[in-house]
């Protein structure tokens, strides 16, 4: 042992004590408020050992390398070529899955807008950087699990669930230099997503039960799918905008958001210029051609036609200014709540989405009187997310801090007005710059790649 000791060289001591130490850093920073996690620096011999010593035969496949002499006769009695470049393979995709894993888990994410609730502040099409360790990474709930699959992998490679469910940790987050605050543009996994309907999966499943009734999207699944249930960390990502933090009392009226505190009176949210709403625009029989519309700045996605000169659109106040100015425009008359359907909690009151609350955002250590008018808006937090019972006529208790979550496209938003409170166990991260950004409307050659919006910040 002695003998292997002193032949390390300087580089391989040098190396050993950068990754060391990197590693004692990370045990620290996981193990924070917890020191029991302080036993993986167990594990630090073993991380200097495969930069030094190599008592434990990291790279054992080498023996199988083939070694040519100057004559080119093989000088290794194990050399098998062909078994050396398979075992070569495999080393470099098992450690860059070990990688990807840890980046993606404590570090940061790669994530695509999906859908136009953030538009125009987030285009669809956008790729976004997240950082987990902004708000602070979260231990995985499922720790066994694909690296890049959320919760299930592509048919090209089988289909079925991307992690093992067992076993499963609790919730721990680790520390992180902020947390969400209002204003903030966050990703998170979709709360109503813990049960999902194969087939059906937009609208949410209790939205389902809720048109369609619980039996019969039970029974039904040559219509609804089958019905799976999803950890914490599996269910899909959504990316929204903080409107509510903990302690906030928050309503609605005519569209606007009011939030106030206990030192605060009221106060309406900011003025935002990606803020969109939808319109009915009446013209006098004048088509509205696809090169105006897209001068205008609006997507074909979003482009609806009612009948022969009405058109269905959402807009900014900058884009209704610029359609006034068109003389064939005789209207343009907002879309009333009756378009936006039941809003959470589902069934139990008589809100919209245009004129909801007021309501309280439960903050951690929080003590509220349960009663009528609240019963049903805390139930889902108490059984779903604290799994803890709650009765009217007695004291609750939270446990985790919720925010109140909802898409800058306010007519075109599936968002908390539908499904409630984002509980600070499903928060992943907050995005930070804009990576890539691709418009399906336009071939290659003219505008696919929205090159001015590479490099933007994604988090105001």
Not at 257 to 269: F, G, L, V
Not at 432 to 444: C, E, G
């Amino acid at each position: 042992m002695k003998e292997r000791i002193c032949q390390v060289p300087l580089k391989g001591w040098l190396k050993g004590c950068f990754w060391g130490l990197l590693y004692v850093l990370f045990v620290l920073w996981v193990a924070w408020g917890d020191w029991s996690s302080l036993c993986w620096l167990v594990l630090l011999p073993v991380v200097v050992d495969m930069f030094t010593t190599k008592l434990i035969p990291w790279s054992w496949w080498h023996r199988y390398k083939p070694l040519p002499d100057s004559t080119g006769k093989e000088t290794n009695p194990k050399a098998n070529a062909r078994l050396f470049v398979v075992l070569s393979w495999i080393d470099a995709i098992v450690f860059a899955l070990v990688a990807v894993y840890f980046i993606n888990l404590y570090l940061f994410q790669n994530y695509q807008i999906p859908s136009s609730s953030l538009e125009k502040s987030l285009r669809v099409g956008d790729y976004l950087f997240v950082s987990k360790a902004s708000y602070g990474p979260r231990v995985p709930n499922t720790p066994l699990s694909m690296p890049l699959v959320q919760h299930t992998f592509p048919i090209w490679l089988g289909g079925g669930k991307s992690y093992i469910e067992h076993p499963q940790w609790e919730y721990k987050r680790l520390a992180g230099w902020d947390s969400p605050k209002k204003g903030d543009i966050v990703v998170f996994n979709f709360p109503a997503g813990d049960t999902v309907c194969l087939k059906m999966q937009n609208p949410d499943y209790y939205t389902l039960c809720h048109y369609y009734g619980r039996r019969t999207v039970w029974q039904r699944e040559d219509v609804f799918g089958k019905v799976v249930t999803r950890p914490v960390d599996r269910r899909e990502n959504y990316v929204k905008r903080c409107v509510g933090a903990p302690a906030d009392s928050l309503m609605i009226r005519g569209g606007v958001i009011y939030t106030r505190t206990t030192s605060t009176d009221w106060q309406a949210e900011p003025a935002r210029e990606g803020l969109q709403r939808n319109y009915l625009i009446q013209t006098d029989g004048h088509l509205l051609s696809s090169s105006y519309l897209d001068k205008i700045g609006i997507s074909k996605d979003d482009r609806r036609q009612e009948k022969t000169g009405l058109y269905h659109f959402p807009l900014t106040q900058a884009m209704r200014h610029e359609l006034e100015k068109n003389q064939h425009i005789i209207s343009i008359v907002e879309e009333t709540s009756q378009y936006g359907g039941a809003v959470y909690p589902l069934g139990h009151n008589d809100w919209t989405r245009d004129d909801y609350g007021p309501i309280y955002l439960p903050q951690r250590g929080d003590q509220v009187l349960i009663d009528n008018n609240n019963y049903w808006l805390y139930k889902r937090i108490a059984d779903a997310y604290e799994h803890q019972p709650i009765a009217i006529g007695e004291t609750y208790t939270f446990r985790m801090n919720y925010y109140w979550m909802m898409g800058d496209n306010r007519h075109n938003s599936a968002d908390s007005r539908y499904w409630g409170f984002v509980p600070e166990d499903h928060i992943v991260g907050r995005p930070v710059f804009v990576w890539l950004s691709i418009d399906k409307d336009r071939p290659w050659l003219k505008g696919h790649i929205r090159w001015n919006r590479l490099g933007m910040g994604a988090a105001d």
